[in-house]
């Protein structure tokens, strides 16, 4: 558990104040909304967003692997601000890695991103969105999911590959077969819940509705959850749920699905 970071600025000074470090690709406009309205409706603690982005437009093989490229420089950034957590926060940037020898490339950016936090000082708590999504899933004991995500196909398959390669079976799924990053910042909620409502979900344990940080799901997690009767996630659930583990704090964050209730179990 990391020490939080003292109070310094308004706020309750009783409670304790976490600073979040966010690694962002240039064009993503959702992260920075719904990470943050899920953190603010903690009981308990308050937290501040430090975030440092990595030039990326075109959800392309090629052009995730040139904003990966840029994590030392954005990871430093974010290090200068005495971060208490960091969120390496691009799902499929990761997943298109895959894994070597067993290992999967979001296991080994954490580390890499420990290390190099390390060298400077005491590291903070570090995460992803692949890996705070394997995390999540793995702490509702979901073996068998739905997935809901933008990307184009090619990619889509990789992140089902990626999920199955963590021992989690993916009973359907749905692309919408979108490359450009800001338009998927702009998709529409009923479209999310279209592509959701066309799956079958009989032989799911839970439903993905947004494989992805930068597609818009949060006003959507609860209502669907509510509808398919079994637990609904979504990037940015993922990652706030693996966020307050890491950090030692209880997991209460009301209206957006049973995972972030205050009865649902860590998993670190």
């Not at 000074?13 to 409706?41: F, K, M, Q």
């Not at 990652?239 to 049973?258: K, Q």
């Amino acid at each position: 558990m990391t020490e939080p970071t003292p109070p310094t600025g308004p706020g309750d000074p009783g409670r304790p104040h976490h600073r979040i470090g966010l690694v962002v690709p240039s064009s993503n406009t959702t992260v920075e909304r719904e990470l943050p309205a899920l953190l603010r409706r903690h009981p308990d603690a308050d937290f501040s967003f430090h975030s440092s982005r990595m030039r990326m437009h075109t959800v392309s093989p090629e052009e995730l692997r040139a904003m990966n490229a840029q994590r030392e420089r954005c990871v430093d950034e974010i290090g200068d601000a005495g971060v208490d957590a960091v969120l390496y926060a691009c799902l499929v940037a990761l997943m298109v890695q895959g894994h070597t020898d067993g290992v999967g490339a979001h296991e080994l950016t954490e580390r890499a991103v420990v290390d190099q936090l390390t060298r400077r000082g005491p590291a903070p708590q570090v995460t992803s969105s692949a890996g705070a999504l394997v995390h999540a899933l793995r702490a509702t004991g979901a073996r068998r999911v739905a997935l809901v995500m933008p990307y184009l196909r090619p990619l889509a398959e990789t992140v089902v590959a990626y999920v199955e390669a963590e021992g989690i079976t993916v009973t359907d799924w749905r692309a919408l077969e979108i490359a450009d990053n800001a338009e998927v910042g702009c998709i529409a909620g009923t479209t999310v819940l279209d592509a959701a409502r066309s799956l079958d979900l009989s032989g799911a344990d839970a439903l993905v509705l947004s494989a992805c940080v930068q597609m818009p799901s949060l006003p959507l997690v609860q209502a669907a959850e509510d509808e398919f009767g079994l637990p609904v996630l979504s990037a940015a659930t993922a990652g706030a749920f693996t966020l307050l583990d890491l950090l030692g704090l209880p997991v209460d964050l009301p209206g957006a699905g049973r995972l972030l209730t205050r009865d649902a179990k860590a998993a670190v």
